[in-house]
């Protein structure tokens, strides 16, 4: 895959050309704040852009978007930064920033909302949990709405109303060739089936219009902690017990050394556990009662399931993702949790060495997998489970080795891989891509890349190329 540009028509009368159409910050090597903002949410991806052009609405992604082209740079598209491999950001090339783009507009009687692509989920939460209603969008507050949304979008409330693009109702969107046109079921209808799910291959989208849903504002939802020694017994109940669980109701596993938070009692911090995390998207006092087999359960060492407001809860695991730490990721998709793949889980376990190293391992099903296999680019709908092991460090010091365990970690599960979700993966080459979407869905994606992007203009990304 080819992703060189050219950088040696960038210079500073060509700047100055932009700037004259242009009404937000352009920023180069030496200026103020390009440090800042060169820099992404993963520590070990250090990456140097000729140019970044933070933009402040649709003219001004129009006008970098044209200079890209005009002057043959290769294009980084930032919406929140968060993506694994460091996608958003490059080295010489121009860097076309959606950060400074934040409007936000509920509509709480058709229970919708616009929203511009430099909004975070926690910003979008605050704005529609004022109505009560929620977006279903991810974990973590300050991932970009955007780059979760195009690849697909889970969060704590999916198994009740489904993956992020599939409460998407339309986007605006800048195409390579500079153009600017809506896509939704009845406008451009095989670009809106390629967006939910096929990432930044076709253009930048610069607004998204979800549907949004009643939650809250308090849920009963958090950890219940116990040690990894017993993650065993745990495991196997936890299986059994989520199997004909309520779609309301949604869990992550978490493996890791226990974090020096000040929710954790010190005498835990460093301790290898298996926390399993809850959300219930329904009253609380239903909640209570379906969590309560396990709150019962063995010997938890700490239990922090209880009700909270729902952007509380969608703010817990901020700290332990925070932005400048290094963070490598293996991930793949099950079909289910046989008594092979929780051996592998446990023994893996108790193999965590870095304090920020761990699994989060997410439960699927419910409304994400009735919605047709077809509908939508996204591929792993009837997957049980999806796998995120992540080999982190603080810094370069140890990352090899938390990059082994990960390898290892996702290689001992091979033999039960379905599919992979194709947010979670790194730069992983195009037969890693193809597996994310399946043979047909990867044919279709690359037809429409050829009406598109035929010159593949789009490409710092998990590439879909037009040959």
Same mark, same amino acid.
Request: hydrophobic fraction near 40%.
């Given at each position: 895959m080819c992703i060189e540009g050219n950088v040696a028509s960038l210079d500073n009368s060509a700047v100055d050309d932009l700037r004259a159409s242009f009404r937000g910050e352009l920023i180069r090597p030496g200026e103020s704040g390009y440090?800042?903002?060169?820099?992404? &949410?993963?520590?070990? +991806? !250090?990456?140097?852009p000729g140019l970044i052009a933070r933009c402040t609405g649709v003219a001004d992604v129009l006008a970098a978007t044209r200079f890209a082209r005009k002057h043959e740079l290769l294009v980084a598209v930032r919406g929140g930064g968060h993506s694994f491999p460091g996608l958003s950001t490059c080295d010489d090339g121009l860097v076309i920033d959606l950060g400074p783009m934040k409007g936000i507009r509920v509509d709480p009687e058709a229970r919708t909302a616009r929203v511009q692509a430099g909004v975070e989920i926690g910003e979008l939460d605050h704005e529609a949990q004022e109505f009560?209603?929620?977006?279903?969008?991810? #974990?973590?507050? !300050?991932?970009?709405?955007?780059?979760?949304?195009?690849?697909?979008?889970?969060? &704590?409330?999916?198994?009740?109303?489904?993956?992020? +693009?599939?409460n998407l109702r339309s986007v605006d969107l800048v195409t390579a060739d500079g153009s600017y046109i809506k896509a939704s079921e009845k406008e451009n209808a095989d670009l809106f089936w390629g967006v939910r799910g096929g990432g930044g291959n076709?253009?930048?989208?610069? %607004?998204? %219009?979800? @549907?949004?849903?009643p939650v809250g504002p308090h849920v009963m939802a958090g950890p219940i902690f116990w040690l990894m020694e017993d993650a065993s017994e745990v495991l196997r109940f936890y299986r059994d017990w989520v199997a004909d669980c309520p779609d309301e109701l949604m869990t992550i596993i978490g493996q890791r050394k226990a974090p020096a938070l000040p929710a954790l009692p010190a005498e835990l911090v460093g301790k290898h556990v298996l926390a399993i995390v809850t959300c219930y998207a329904g009253p609380v006092e239903e909640g209570e009662r379906v969590v309560q087999p396990l709150k019962a359960l063995g010997s938890p060492v700490l239990d922090l399931c209880m009700p909270k407001p729902f952007v509380t809860h969608q703010q817990m695991f901020d700290a332990s993702f925070p932005r400048g730490q290094w963070y490598y990721v293996r991930a793949c998709d099950v079909d289910a949790l046989n !008594?092979?793949?929780?051996? +592998?889980?446990?023994? /893996?376990?108790?193999? #965590?060495?870095?304090?920020?190293?761990g699994l989060t391992l997410w439960q699927m099903g419910g409304a994400v997998s009735r919605v047709g296999m077809d509908e939508t680019a996204f591929h792993g709908r009837d997957a049980g489970f999806a796998f995120n092991i992540s080999g982190n460090s603080v810094s370069a010091d140890g990352f090899e080795a938390e990059r082994k365990w990960a390898r290892d970690y996702w290689?001992?599960?091979?033999? /039960?891989?379905?599919?992979? /979700?194709?947010?979670?993966?790194?730069q992983e080459g195009e037969e890693r891509v193809r597996q994310a979407y399946g043979a047909a869905k990867y044919d279709r994606l690359k037809a429409l890349k050829r009406r598109y992007d035929p010159t593949n203009f789009f490409r710092l990304? @998990?590439? #879909?190329?037009?040959?």
């Open positions: 440090e800042h903002h060169r820099k992404v &949410w993963n520590g070990s +991806i !250090d990456r140097h009560g209603l929620v977006a279903p969008a991810g #974990i973590v507050s !300050d991932t970009g709405v955007a780059g979760l949304t195009l690849g697909g979008g889970t969060g &704590w409330v999916m198994r009740k109303f489904g993956l992020t +693009i599939d076709f253009g930048i989208v610069t %607004e998204f %219009e979800f @549907q949004l849903h !008594d092979d793949i929780l051996e +592998i889980m446990t023994e /893996y376990g108790r193999r #965590i060495e870095s304090p920020i190293t290689a001992a599960l091979e033999p /039960y891989h379905t599919s992979v /979700y194709v947010n979670f993966l790194m990304n @998990q590439n #879909i190329r037009p040959d």
